[in-house]
């Protein structure tokens, strides 16, 4: 099983709104990643999460806050987003690190008003 | 320059045509390299996975890296309506480097 889930598939949220972003994976997979991507450029890093804990912070916005409750769940909170934040939000892991094949899940599609 | 170059197209080609698609890098300590499909308004799919020179073949797919030149390629044979997509090498060397992806249709 080479599935990484997230959900929820679409997002629309006000410039006020707090919403969480989550994602799963049951590979196995000690590394997990939140990447941003814009329409017709490639993903760009966020964070990385390596054995549960934050090893990488691509000087990413307060707005953005990541959390990883166990090996297999990632989640990202959002708050007080700008509509420049408008982006498919993806989530990936790999077995050990950034070095290896990641797998992503289908992302999800937040639009902030 | 460019850590990763890739063409972003657009690739158009008939039914049945081989596809040849292509990245030159800069940094020679990339070890690791990937090639991803990525389906309008989907996340990337990993396609191949290589990490020595020399070539891979998945099916139709055969990825092929030349690390003295520092290029790879994934070749696409008898391609199909559904290959249509955006591909995405990737390459790494302790963290990952996209390239900008090259777009891809497959005309029937």
């Known amino acids: 099983d080479t599935e990484v889930t997230q959900t929820p598939k679409h997002l629309v949220m006000g410039m006020t709104n707090k919403k969480s972003l989550k994602c799963e994976q049951h590979?196995?997979?000690?590394?997990m990643y939140w990447y941003k991507q814009k329409a017709k450029k490639p993903p760009e890093l966020m964070f990385v999460?390596?054995?549960?804990?934050?090893?990488i912070n691509e000087s990413v916005p307060s707005r953005f806050s990541p959390e990883c409750p166990n090996s297999s769940l990632l989640n990202l909170h959002l708050h007080a987003l700008q509509p420049e934040d408008s982006a498919l939000y993806l989530c990936?892991?790999?077995?050990?690190?950034?070095?290896?094949?990641?797998?992503f899940g289908p992302g999800t599609r937040l639009l902030v008003l | 320059q460019k850590e990763v170059e890739q063409d972003p197209g657009p690739l158009s080609v008939p039914e049945g045509a081989i596809v040849s698609l292509n990245c030159t890098y800069s940094n020679s300590a990339f070890q690791y390299f990937m090639w991803y499909r990525q389906y309008s308004r989907k996340g990337p799919e990993l396609l191949m996975y290589t990490y020595s020179s020399g070539n891979k073949e998945d099916g139709r797919f055969t990825a092929q890296v030349d690390k003295s030149s520092k290029y790879i390629s994934l070749f696409i044979r008898d391609s199909q309506p559904s290959d249509s997509a955006t591909y995405l090498c990737?390459?790494?060397?302790?963290?990952?480097?996209f390239g900008a992806g090259t777009r891809l249709t497959v005309k029937p």
């Open positions: 990737a390459m790494s060397a302790g963290d990952m480097r």
């Open positions: 990936a892991s790999s077995q050990y690190n950034l070095q290896e094949a990641q797998y």
């Open positions: 590979m196995g997979h000690r590394a």
């Open positions: 999460y390596s054995y549960e804990k934050l090893s």
